[in-house]
């Protein structure tokens, strides 16, 4: 919006309204000034929303173009025949402010390298596989253009929580042909662990695609990089995978391939300022860990309490298999620090004697804040405590 655009528009709507000619249509001018009240004036509405660009775009431009249109053409006549060269003015002005509002853009291509992208993912798959997707993130988004661009067969997970039971059969009958099956994950809330099915894990690929920044009182002028990663897992019954007596991780980095022992309560993996490797919980966390065998063993994590403001630093309680391990008042601070925590003995003695049995299952329960309502940030996410990494050790 320019001052002169919106001072035109306003102009024309008048003249509009009290010449008896345009009569007919004013229901037009009535809608569309009720949707530029409600879409544009409200400042909780932004133009990426896509149900306030279904009045934006095709409504309120195109009806505050007209009205300024018609102000323009029936500027009413001055002295010396002036008003054809106001004419030509706010013409040429509305003009120079519009290149001015676009030239940013002009040369612009937003998602630039999208389809490159696209074709990189889909070089991971052989053209007879199976992929499935999650819902609700980028992996939906991409299903469609793996099926009809790349002709592959893609299937999106309609809940958070699948049915084996359901999946299963229909899973056999690839393996059976011989035709392998994968999942990509995109960072949805997707809840499956099966028992009866290994997720191998593959290879990552990341989008790096520019966008324009979504400003708020001010036109965007920046470009910006949106990363979309898609974690891919090779999956195979339990009975032919590689090594089915493979032993659980002791050592968990909050790194990409390890889905199949975080069980939920994490947002996606970021990197600090000084190269280390992370990820949030939401307040309450599962992590599956593989035990020594031993009978003692400490479980030890490194983690930072990252609180901002007047936020008080969190308390962290850490079970495992269901028992209180050991729980400390944090300090706040961004800086990591490792906590070490003696599994009892008890615990310990309840495990069984193989290590593919041998199985922690860690919680980590914490205070949590949301950072956008207390720096002004546009992150919604609740955040618990950033966890670097876990591991359980036996004694040396």
Same mark, same amino acid.
Request: glycine share 8%; aromatic share 12%; no cysteine.
């Given at each position: 919006w320019t001052p002169l655009g919106l001072g035109l528009a306003a102009l024309g709507l008048g003249l509009f309204a009290v010449r008896g000619k345009e009569k007919p249509a004013l229901p037009f001018a009535a809608a569309s000034m009720m949707c530029f009240v409600i879409y544009a004036v409200n400042p909780l509405v932004n133009a990426v929303q896509p149900w306030a660009s279904r009045r934006l775009v095709p409504v309120v431009l195109p009806a505050l173009a007209v009205f300024a249109a018609y102000a323009v053409v029936n500027l009413p006549p001055v002295r010396f025949r002036l008003h054809r060269v106001a004419q030509i003015l706010a013409v040429v002005t509305l003009a120079?402010?519009?290149?001015?509002?676009? !030239?940013?853009?002009? &040369? &612009?291509v937003e998602y630039r390298g999208c389809f490159d992208s696209l074709t990189d993912l889909a070089g991971h798959f052989e053209k007879d596989s199976l992929i499935l997707l999650d819902r609700n993130g980028p992996g939906e988004n991409? *299903?469609?253009?793996?099926?009809?661009?790349?002709?592959?067969?893609?299937?999106? /997970?309609?809940?958070?929580?699948?049915? +084996?039971?359901?999946? &299963?059969?229909?899973?056999?009958? !690839? !393996?059976? *042909?011989?035709?392998?099956?994968?999942?990509?994950?995109?960072? *949805?809330?997707?809840?499956?662990?099966?028992?009866?099915?290994?997720?191998?894990?593959?290879?990552?690929v990341v989008f790096s695609l520019p966008v324009t920044e979504r400003a708020r009182g001010r036109l965007p002028s920046r470009e910006q990089s949106w990363h979309l990663h898609f974690d891919?897992? &090779?999956?195979?019954?339990?009975?032919y995978a590689q090594d089915p007596g493979q032993s659980l991780p002791t050592r968990l980095e909050m790194a990409d391939g390890e889905y199949p022992y975080l069980r939920g309560g994490l947002h996606r993996g970021e990197l600090a300022p000084d190269g280390t490797t992370f990820r949030w919980t939401d307040g309450a966390t599962r992590l599956i860990l593989g035990a020594p065998v031993a009978d003692e063993a400490t479980l030890r994590l490194r983690v930072s309490g990252g609180r901002e403001g007047d936020i008080e630093p969190p308390a962290l309680s850490v079970w495992a298999?269901?028992? /209180?391990?050991?729980?400390?008042? =944090?300090?706040?601070?961004?800086?990591?620090?490792? /906590?070490?925590?003696?599994?009892?003995?008890?615990? =310990?003695?309840?495990?069984?004697?193989? $290590?593919?049995? %041998? %199985?922690?299952?860690?919680?980590?329960?914490?205070?949590? !804040?949301? $950072? =956008?309502?207390? +720096?002004?940030s546009t992150d919604p996410r609740t955040l618990g405590v950033a966890v670097d990494w876990i591991e359980v050790e036996g004694a040396k």
């Open positions: 120079g402010l519009f290149v001015r509002a676009e !030239w940013p853009f002009l &040369r &612009r991409v *299903a469609q253009p793996l099926h009809y661009l790349f002709g592959l067969n893609t299937f999106v /997970l309609q809940k958070e929580q699948p049915d +084996t039971e359901v999946l &299963r059969p229909f899973l056999h009958q !690839w !393996w059976q *042909a011989e035709k392998p099956v994968y999942l990509i994950l995109s960072g *949805a809330s997707l809840s499956w662990y099966p028992t009866d099915i290994a997720l191998v894990p593959e290879e990552s891919i897992y &090779r999956l195979e019954p339990v009975d298999n269901g028992v /209180l391990v050991g729980q400390t008042q =944090m300090d706040g601070s961004h800086a990591f620090e490792v /906590l070490e925590f003696p599994l009892p003995s008890e615990l =310990m003695g309840e495990l069984g004697g193989s $290590p593919s049995v %041998r %199985r922690l299952e860690v919680e980590l329960h914490s205070d949590t !804040w949301i $950072p =956008m309502s207390v +720096t002004g």
